[in-house]
């Protein structure tokens, strides 16, 4: 059973261009994450998503940020207009079902996709 | 204050040695609690969930106060493949699951 997939694992963008981040979860998980690493920083919390929904996108940037689950394919990631601040590592977590109240699902992690911006 | 805060380290222990590491969180109403692990550029994973009663697997052992907002991971006779950056993770359930994580200490265990 393969883990979670993320391509590319390296991506180098110039400033002002876009960047796509792809996520693919584990088999049989229809709920993906997104976290940003800043270098020397922990994880934060950017968005959650099923399948065609954004159930919480309360850690995204209100600009040029932007994810999407479809029915059919990845999780996509994308960054519109890069800056310097926005190089990280972005990683993808799945669950095979949804957190409730007092109870959790492991989250399992891709291995992130590293973003440097120029 | 931050959410989730531990002990900046970086702790550096010879092989054998035990050592504990420590995690404050400020919301009262914070459901679940983890410790993972990161190795440099790479990925967390999870080591282990913690309990209200506390828990053991092999050489780890995880404690959580509620009603002090602690959470502590213990490390006995440490192993140079214990070399890691030990993220503290707590999640507040709900519908939305996310994780908020620590900014991490790191471990380094020299022979």
């Known amino acids: 059973n393969a883990g979670v997939m993320q391509n590319p694992r390296h991506l180098v963008r110039r400033r002002g261009q876009e960047a796509r981040l792809r996520c693919s979860p584990m088999?049989?998980?229809?709920?993906v994450y997104w976290y940003r690493q800043l270098p020397e920083e922990g994880l934060k919390f950017m968005v959650y998503l099923q399948k065609e929904n954004i159930i919480d996108e309360s850690g995204m940037p209100k600009e040029r940020f932007s994810a999407e689950f479809p029915k059919e394919g990845p999780s996509i990631l994308r960054i519109q207009q890069v800056v310097r601040g926005d190089s990280a590592a972005y990683f993808c977590?799945?669950?095979?079902?949804?957190?409730?109240?007092?109870?959790?699902?492991?989250?399992?992690f891709g291995p992130g996709t590293r973003l440097t911006v120029l | 204050r931050k959410e989730v805060e531990q002990d900046p380290g970086p702790f550096n222990v010879p092989e054998g040695a035990t050592v504990a590491f420590n995690c404050t969180y400020s919301n009262s109403a914070s459901q679940s609690f983890f410790w993972y692990r990161q190795d440099c550029r790479k990925e967390p994973k999870l080591l282990m969930s913690?309990?209200?009663s506390g828990n053991e697997d092999g050489r780890f052992t995880a404690q959580l106060n509620r009603a002090s907002q602690y959470i502590s991971l213990l490390i006995r006779d440490s192993k140079l493949s214990d070399s890691a950056t030990y993220l503290c993770?707590?999640?507040?359930?709900?519908?939305?699951?996310?994780?908020?994580f620590g900014k991490g200490t790191k471990l380094s265990v020299k022979p």
């Open positions: 088999k049989g998980h229809s709920h």
């Open positions: 977590a799945s669950s095979s079902i949804p957190a409730h109240r007092g109870t959790y699902n492991e989250q399992f």
């Open positions: 993770v707590v999640s507040n359930g709900g519908s939305q699951g996310n994780l908020i």
């Open positions: 913690v309990y209200s």
